[in-house]
């Protein structure tokens, strides 16, 4: 029996032979002084008071309070008591992906989309005019972002040089099949932008794993493929295909995916020509305290060389219907105090990044208003619809409304704010009615 009020973490231990354990020197009391007081944390702090103390097995509940209130003191004074949300659409293109990530069940096997094939993948391929349809009545609604990330489509070409560049291509190593084999044509990755960028609204796009898939079979950096995009249309960078920033843990979750140096290499080509990015993390699956640790770690140091990280978005592994559950590789995700300790040592740990989200898409919105106290400050968008989480196993739903935000936020004493995309344009959310007014034809009407 514990002797204290102790809980379990969710880490497979002794699963996995990783050379990155959770062990270290550090004391927890040390630690967390230096994060009360604002010292720059080390990568052994931060592994310190995401265990809680490593002296001992599970999170201590004294202690785990203790770390949760630093970073709700560090939130505040940091960007005060204001919650901020966006009213935004997600517009997946595509759901077609061979890539094989163990932890998404968002994908469908991309031969299913050929003309000749006759299985039922239930998955979806939206061409350019249909993604402008559905963001331009979404925009008349008044949200103002769309954010799309899709399956790595092989029809998908950056633009029409890189589609001649595919055809003529005798390499059968590039994931590239000529789209008319497709019982839908996606276009290219140019021509999806540029149909979203419809009427003012900010187009968040692109996650370095599609800028490299935009990329393959030609001699062009990171840099080449986001000056192109942000010509067609593109505003800012998601930074998701991050997953663990550790290649011991990429090599078991998404061994197709490029490497942590890669997706590195594309933030910063992004924020190279003047693009803002996230930054985000994958956590609760086959990955450890340290590896949570180290990933903090090169988000802090990429924010150092760019200063473009709008905000860290925390993306608790949602396991259900995952091939790493199904394969046993997994029993379940990261418990709640995993998941509190996780936003409140990303506060702490990123001195750098203004903003951390807590996604009522993961975490529900009870959790999720909580996730407000340990140091969050952000509440994600309405998002308007959800395919991700919901094919993983999900059931958090696929919206929310202002008039829901403004209830939840004010709940716990704080004050609801309407917000752009790359945080500068705010605005306190007053009515009823509770509708956005920061985009092109939003006039407060709302969101339902
Ligand atoms: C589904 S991908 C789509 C974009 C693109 N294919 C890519 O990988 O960058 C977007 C992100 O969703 C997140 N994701 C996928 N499956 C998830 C799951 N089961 N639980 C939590 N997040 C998940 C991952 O962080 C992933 O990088
Ligand atoms: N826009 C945000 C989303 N959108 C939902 C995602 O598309 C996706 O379903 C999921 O989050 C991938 O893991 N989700 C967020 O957590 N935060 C956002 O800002
Ligand atoms: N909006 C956040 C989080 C996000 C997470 C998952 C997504 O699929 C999309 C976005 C970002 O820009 O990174
Ligand atoms: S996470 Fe992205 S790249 Fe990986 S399988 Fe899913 S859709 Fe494909």
């Given at each position: 029996m514990a002797d204290r009020a102790s809980t379990g973490?969710?880490?497979?231990?002794n699963r996995f032979e990783f050379a990155h354990r959770p062990e270290t020197d550090q004391s927890f009391e040390n630690a967390l002084s230096k994060a009360r007081d604002g010292t720059r944390l080390s990568v052994a702090d931060a592994i310190a008071l995401l265990t809680t103390g490593t002296e001992r097995a599970g999170i201590d509940r004294e202690r785990k309070e203790q770390v949760l209130e630093a970073a709700d003191r560090r939130r505040a004074?940091?960007?005060?008591?204001?919650?901020?949300?966006?009213?935004?659409?997600?517009?997946?293109?595509t759901t077609a992906c061979n890539t094989g990530c163990l932890f998404c069940n968002f994908k469908d096997?991309?031969?299913?989309?050929?003309?000749?094939?006759?299985?039922?993948?239930?998955g979806f391929t939206k061409t350019p005019e249909q993604s402008r349809e559905i963001v331009a009545s979404a925009l008349e609604r008044g949200i103002?972002?769309?954010?799309?990330?899709?399956?790595?489509?092989?029809a998908f070409a950056l633009d029409g040089e890189h589609r001649e560049i595919l055809e003529s291509s005798d390499r059968g190593d590039l994931n590239y099949k000529s789209p008319s084999r497709y019982e839908t044509d996606p276009g290219t990755y140019c021509q999806q932008i540029d149909a979203m960028d419809v009427?003012?609204?900010?187009?968040?796009?692109?996650?370095?794993?599609?800028a490299a898939h935009a990329r393959r079979g030609t001699d062009w950096d990171y840099e080449e493929v986001y000056q192109r995009l942000a010509e067609a249309g593109l505003d800012s960078v998601p930074g998701t295909a991050a997953e663990i920033l550790v290649d011991e843990v990429r090599g078991v979750i998404c061994p197709g995916k490029i490497d942590t140096q890669g997706w590195l290499d594309a933030i910063e080509a992004a924020a190279a020509v003047g693009l803002d990015t996230t930054a985000t993390m994958m956590?609760?699956?086959?990955?450890?305290?340290?590896?949570?640790?180290?990933h903090l770690q090169r988000v802090r140091e990429l924010q150092d060389r760019t200063g473009a990280i709008t905000e860290f978005v925390p993306l608790s592994f949602v396991h259900r219907n995952t091939p790493l559950h199904e394969r046993g590789m997994v029993d379940r995700g990261a418990s709640t105090d995993e998941d509190e300790l996780l936003i409140a040592v990303s506060r702490l740990f990123l001195d750098n990044v203004e903003h951390i989200q807590s996604s009522w898409v993961k975490y529900g919105d009870a959790q999720g208003l909580k996730m407000l106290t340990?140091?969050?400050?952000?509440?994600?968008?309405?998002?308007?619809?959800?395919?991700?989480?919901?094919?993983?196993?999900?059931?958090?739903?696929e919206y929310r409304s202002f008039s829901e935000y403004v209830e939840m936020i004010e709940s716990i004493g704080r004050i609801p704010v309407e917000r752009s995309t790359d945080y500068r344009q705010r605005r306190r959310i007053e009515g009823p009615p509770y509708g956005p007014v920061l985009g092109p034809n939003a006039d407060g009407t709302p969101l339902v």
């Open positions: 973490t969710n880490v497979p231990r004074e940091v960007v005060g008591e204001e919650v901020t949300v966006v009213a935004n659409l997600n517009n997946n293109v096997r991309s031969e299913q989309f050929l003309i000749e094939s006759d299985s039922d993948h239930g103002y972002e769309v954010t799309s990330v899709s399956g790595l489509h092989p009427g003012g609204v900010h187009v968040h796009s692109m996650t370095p794993e599609e956590y609760g699956h086959v990955e450890n305290e340290a590896h949570r640790a180290l340990c140091g969050a400050d952000d509440f994600m968008g309405t998002i308007l619809s959800e395919e991700i989480t919901k094919r993983a196993g999900g059931d958090f739903g």
